[in-house]
């Protein structure tokens, strides 16, 4: 096999299309390999590389250039601790030696206005929209430039959980929410590449098209099973639907979204800044 048919089969299980170029390869292989790290060493991440990874999401492209995100860069052990709290899954909230908060970030431009003497009018759903959108791209810009220089990241949801309690302890003012955490550091151990939905699946050539879905979907749960089964205690929701003996992706995704998750999030938003008109 050659590299590109390895990399293409570990991220979607089957035999890969012509590959690029072999200098174009170089250069794209740590995306396609890349995985998040759940297991970080305690050596520390010196601040000029910080500052430069911070730097390189500051180069994400972002919505008319309005870069309506914040990114809080969390080195005080007794918050991690506090935030420790909220997740026994994720004992690498405090245990990386960095943690980061992304936040969409619609109280900036609000400022900008009033400075320039003007009024702030857009505090739509679109304008919601722009600051996650911005503030994820920031993310996953910052997580390729760590990961280009050997850094292992992991974003965790679960800030967005405790979201009263995550603005406080990070003095989250109106108009700024958390998107994501990122934990941070060299890893201890690779995490695993996790395979993905089959092009055919998400990728559209001139206009959308789903048909072959349930084969396409059938066929993904049917490779991934082979690579990786998930366990009992991965299971969703076991109290309500039981344990299979097969839990396949998409049968553990569809009892994921059976039930609501942070169905407060509209009310946190409307009470913290946001019109969502
Ligand atoms: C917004 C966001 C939130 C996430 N939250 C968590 C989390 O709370 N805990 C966790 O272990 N992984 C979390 N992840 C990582 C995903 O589980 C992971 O990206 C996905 O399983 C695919 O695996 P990979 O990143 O290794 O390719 C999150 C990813 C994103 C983009």
Redesign the pocket.
């Known amino acids: 096999m050659t590299a590109y048919e390895e990399l293409w089969r570990a991220r979607f299980g089957t035999d890969a299309p012509d590959g690029p170029a072999d200098e174009d390869l170089q250069r794209l292989t740590g995306f396609l390999s ?3 790290c ?1 297991a970080f060493k305690s050596d520390p991440i010196d601040e000029p590389l910080l500052a430069s990874l911070l730097a390189c999401a500051q180069s994400a492209p972002s919505k008319s250039d309005l870069q309506q995100y914040s990114i809080v860069v969390i080195d005080d052990a007794a918050i991690r601790a506090a935030m420790q709290e909220w997740s026994s ?2 004992p690498w909230i405090a245990e990386a030696p960095l943690f980061l908060v992304f936040c969409g970030d619609l109280r900036r431009q609000r400022r900008i206005a009033a400075l320039r003497g003007y009024e702030h009018r857009n505090d739509n759903m679109d304008a919601f929209m722009n600051t996650a959108v911005d503030a994820g791209i920031a993310l996953a810009t910052f997580v390729a430039a760590a990961e280009a220089v050997g850094l292992g990241c ?5 800030v967005r959980n405790h979201i009263e309690e995550a603005c406080a302890l990070l003095g989250l003012p109106d108009g700024v929410y958390p998107v ?1 955490g990122l934990a941070l550091g060299w890893p201890a151990r690779q ?1 695993y590449v ?1 395979m993905r939905l089959p092009p055919a699946a998400v990728i559209h050539r001139n206009r959308y098209d789903d048909d072959g879905f349930e084969a396409t979907i059938d066929g993904y749960d049917r490779a991934r099973h082979a690579v990786y089964a998930i366990p009992p205690e991965k299971q969703r929701h076991r109290d309500k639907y039981g344990t299979a003996d097969i839990c396949t992706w998409s049968e553990n995704a569809a009892r994921q979204e059976s039930l609501p998750e942070r169905d407060g999030f509209r009310a946190f938003l409307l009470k913290h800044g946001f019109a969502l008109d």
């Open positions: 890349r995985r998040s759940r899954f994720d992991c974003p965790i949801s679960v994501a995490g996790s």
